[in-house]
T-cell receptor, first 114, second 113 residues
């Protein structure tokens, strides 16, 4: 059945290491998004992509990078330049770029960097 | 600069009563609004939405009201059930935001049996 998969659910890394979070969707959605959620805060947009091989920075893109080589995949790399990477990361997709539809979210990845 | 605000971090309601969750926004170009429900350590799930051309949208126990002049929307849950206990986020987008959505900080609803 269709949905958004994020893996792994929990991820632990040492400070100074890059780490890549996986996001896959089989909903045939054009647009994909990465958000970060911290305690007591809303969802803050890191990056989003409306078509393959194109993506835009969100409000908090510094220290992150993404790629969109395939429509169904939108991996997020948390680099060592990200000052405070420990957070809950959410991937989302929506059906059509430029058309208003709700976003569908994955289950999230909890990243802990020590 | 928070364009979507939920000023009540938490709300407690008795089972069977009405829950009213509020959301304010600042960007007058927003034309589509959504409510999401989120359980801890899970992704948000879509609840209900409303276009700016309407002032009310109803889906079962959930009704969203939009007051464009006040830049305010609210979610009403009637009757409230214990299973409604979760964090509720409002979100908005507009023509000038591309397909980017802006989220509020969330309101944690507790429905007391």
């Amino acid at each position: 059945d269709g949905g958004i998969t994020q893996s792994p659910k929990y991820l632990f890394r040492k400070e100074g290491q890059n780490v890549t979070l996986s996001c896959e969707q089989n909903l045939n959605h054009d647009a994909m998004y990465w958000y970060r959620q911290d305690p007591g805060q809303g969802l803050r947009l890191i990056y989003y992509s409306q078509i393959v091989n194109d993506f835009q920075k969100g409000d908090i893109a510094e220290g992150y990078s993404v790629s969109r080589e395939k429509k169904e995949s939108f991996p997020l790399t948390v680099t060592s330049a990200q000052k405070n990477p420990t957070a809950f990361y959410l991937c989302a997709s929506s059906p059509l770029a430029g058309v208003v539809y709700e976003q569908y979210f994955g289950p999230g990845t909890r990243l802990t960097v020590t | 600069d928070q364009q979507v605000k939920q000023n009540s971090p938490s709300l407690s309601v008795q089972e069977g009563r009405i829950s009213i969750l509020n959301c304010d926004y600042t960007n007058s170009m927003f034309d589509y609004f959504l409510w999401y429900k989120k359980y801890p350590a899970e992704g948000p799930t879509f609840l209900i939405s409303i276009s700016s051309i309407k002032d009310k949208n109803e889906d079962g126990r959930f009704t969203v009201f939009l007051n464009k002049s006040a830049k305010h929307l609210s979610l009403h849950i009637v009757p409230s059930q214990p299973g409604d206990s979760a964090v509720y986020f409002c979100a908005a987008r507009g023509e000038n935001t591309g397909n980017q959505f802006y989220f509020g900080t969330g309101t944690s609803l507790t429905v007391i049996p």
